[in-house]
């Protein structure tokens, strides 16, 4: 059993930065897939950038491209998302999420219903 625990959300001015960080409890496995997800209000959960474990593989989605750096530190168990240039249209609950060892391919990173465990989720405001 894996628990997640998301923190470092909070309010920033457009063009600012955040970073998110993700802390695991429980094993964490080289072929698992860490992802980060977001729900604005209104609408549905949105893939936003994963990781394998083993750091072999990452996957962005085009809206973050270039902005979003996802990376995770194995010693502390821990995910991050570091957030650049932000837009108002990033205003939403980030979640990670973690996946077992069953995605395989770079687009399967992406699908939210194959990840098994995930955090309670914190809160992302940018102001205009």
């Known amino acids: 059993q894996v628990q997640l625990v998301e923190s470092g959300g909070g309010l920033v001015q457009a063009g600012g930065s955040l970073k998110l960080s993700c802390a695991a409890s429980g094993r964490i496995f080289s072929g698992y897939t860490m992802g980060w997800f977001r729900q604005a209000p209104g609408k549905g959960r949105e893939f936003v950038a994963a990781?394998?474990?083993?750091?072999?593989?990452?996957l962005y989605a085009d809206s973050v491209k270039g902005r979003f750096i996802i990376s995770r530190d194995i010693a502390k168990n821990t995910g991050y998302l570091q957030m650049n240039s932000l837009k108002y249209e990033a205003t939403a609950v980030y979640y990670c999420a973690l996946a077992g060892e069953f995605i395989t391919t770079a687009q399967a990173m992406g699908y939210g219903t194959l990840y098994v465990y995930w955090g309670q989720g914190t809160q992302v405001t940018v102001s205009s």
């Open positions: 990781i394998t474990w083993s750091g072999g593989r990452i």
